[in-house]
């Protein structure tokens, strides 16, 4: 992957206007990607972003890391509306100049696809422009899927995986099949389904810190059923998901390795598995 900075991507992605070149060898005008990497990547899993700019670019898009913040959905599901506007006003006035906006995590795919509307409703220029970007922005797995049509990916992970499907990917933007589809395709990998795949893991953003217990209750028998799975690794496709279900498998002293499904789909598994830091392999 030949990129092209113009802000360093060190300790996080630093997001500002980073542009990732690919080389498609055929004449094809390459699609312009803005990647919204959010804000959970950057502080907290990096890589996922690097991974998703990969699949990406593997698949023929010129693509970007235009300067971005919060999606406004803390706000939005807090029930504060004023700064969830003003952020997604700024998502807005960033983000339209691309053809598409790819996200690596179903609930702010979910967020700005189906939320920024209703947002702006009664405002005509802003809810036509809230609209427009709502209708090109995607999931990463099913852009790759749905949108450019990639049937495989060129990577290898040895080993039994199950999937969870996050709620606001699989209710919101119908992501359930996409996944698995890729995953099927990555060579020495086994998919095996756990019970209850599409039950909320606990996480919901504020949920889990206003009701904790309830939300602990939750993700206990999560892990549970993923554990009795007998698969090695744990994969979803919302970082949010994910480190609640591995915060609760760390605490019990599990061994399962957790990690986003884009790390598996590009081949970018040398990292230590979330929550695992210091720790080498899958």
Known sequence: ???????????GLR????VVQSNPASGKAQPRVALFATCLVDAMRPTIGFAAAKLLE?????????PQTCCGQPAFNSGDRKDAKALAAQMIETFEPYDHVVVPSGSCGGMIAKHYPELFAGEPDMARRAEKLAAKTHELVSFLTDVLGVEAVSARFDGKVTYHD??????????KSQPRKLLGTVEGLEIVEMKDSEVCCGFGG???VKYGEISDKIVSEKAGNAEASAAGTLLAGDLGCLLNMAGKLSRQGSAMNVRHVAEVL?????????GKAGEGGR
């Open 166 to 175: 996050s709620c606001s990917g699989l209710r919101e933007l119908g992501i």
């Open 58 to 66: 593997d698949a023929g898009c010129r693509v970007e890391v235009p």
């Open 1 to 11: 992957m030949k990129a092209v900075p113009r802000a360093h991507w060190g300790g």
């Open 266 to 274: 590009a081949g970018m598994t040398d990292t230590p598995p979330i």
């Open 206 to 208: 504020t949920f889990a």
């Open 15 to 18: 997001l500002g206007s980073v």
